[in-house]
């Protein structure tokens, strides 16, 4: 299905204007008094194709592609009628996906099926059926269904591998996020490096899809404290949209962040990082513009590929090879993943739902339909039923990741072992215990330091004190602050 010269969307725009004149054709629309024939088909040519989301109109471009180069290597018209011709294509993809060892050949064949209907009705004089009614045709619905059969034994044939090819695929774990960022550190590009740690902690953090980053702008980024957490109120970087590819009318939609309390997978610093570098190394002249009281920079985006496309919609390549030759560069073994503008949107609905985000959060979270989620993402991934695994392991829902990396640490120890290696200690231990619980209630202060509960401990064993204190002070203070945290206990 090779076509011999270059892909252009004037070849689609030639395609939806051919005229089919054959015996079953129907004739042309003549002028009426309130429109002519040229009015009516481009009005067809908004709902049918226009209005369509930029991404949608690739995906059916590249079918569409397809059928031109099919209709050349059989000598056909690109009239797409009758039927049957349609159904010979869409198996001879069919058969072109299965050769290439694809995942999902139905997807292909589903795409190439309604790029079909969209276009058969645009093309002058192709009779009925057109849209839905075209994909419930039986040879039509024949094809779709050996599609999907081969999608199912691509999923599940004796060649697949489950782990790899499954949620692995298309999410990051913790770990790989670790690794990915610090290949963005050693990156040799440091504009790409930073841009690529930005489009991964922001994308995780907010759930983008590839279609919001390549949207996203700095002027629809605010800070937003939110004054009710003591004793210091969080700073919430919140970003809105009007864009993205289930908001076609332009609803105003919200998503943000707080920082991150480990230092490495703050989505707040990558977005520093990413407008310090932006500001001061790529030339952008957004503080210039600021200062001028011109606006004009609100129309810049976040990430881009250059300074000529800055205020302009990205295409998927300039985030995606970016983020591909990363990937590459992880130390160890390079990532291999599906989708990697998707990556972000699926690995954070996880990392929710493996803390314990109900479905109802999720779906706040990710502007999903509801209804949507759980089958597209969560029941993907185990993961997202972290929670449900600790419980039926015995730990508690509301601490288990607290208190997991201790659990194989819970010792019990004799008395008599701990009186011989560290002499008073289990009585010290009361003693500081029962301050820590006097300052707790608000009913005293602390009566001694720590120095002098040991000296005193310790007076009744002689030997020296002062110099069997200095020793213990600091193991001991680390025990109390293991048990009054309870991720560990020591029977006395």
Known sequence: MKRSRAKSRDDIMALMHVTYIGEDAVPLQQYTDMMTAQDIWLRKYHELWEKLEENTKSSFCTALWKWLAWCDSKGFDTVMHPIPKCVIFLEDLLQEMV?????????????????????RELQRGVPSPYGEQFSKETLIKSASSKAFAATTEARIGPNTDPLRDGFQATSLDSDEVVRLLDACMRHQDHFNGFKVAAMVLLGTAMGFRGDDLMDAKPSLLALTP????????????TCSLRTGKVNAYGWLRYSGFARHKDPLLDAAGALADLL???????????????????????????????????????DRNALAKPLLNILQEVEGNPVVKSKVLHLFRDSGVILLASGGAGLELLQIWGHWAKGS??????????????????????????????????????????????????????????????????????????????QDCLQKSFSSYGGHADRDARLLEAALWQLCTWQSTGCGSVNC
């Open 99 to 119: 050769d290439k060892k694809s995942k999902d050949p139905f997807g292909t064949v589903r795409v190439a099926r309604k790029a079909l209907s969209k276009i």
């Open 276 to 314: 310090v570098f932006t500001l001061n190394l790529t030339g952008l002249d957004i503080l210039q513009k600021i200062e001028n009281q011109d606006n004009s920079w609100w129309s810049y985006r976040l990430l881009f590929k250059d300074l000529w496309h800055a205020d302009k919609k990205q």
């Open 373 to 450: 989620l759980g089958q597209a993402y969560i029941e993907k991934n185990p993961l997202a039923a972290l929670q449900a695994f600790a419980i039926a392991s015995g730990w508690e829902q509301s601490s288990f990741m607290r208190r997991h990396f201790l659990g194989r640490a819970l010792v019990t120890v004799s008395p008599e072992w701990i009186d011989a290696i560290f002499p008073g200690v289990r009585r010290l231990l009361e003693i500081v215990q029962a301050r820590n619980a006097r300052i707790q209630c608000g009913k005293g202060q602390a009566d001694a330091t720590v």
């Open 226 to 237: 939110v004054v009710r957490c003591v004793p210091v109120p969080m700073q919430v970087i």
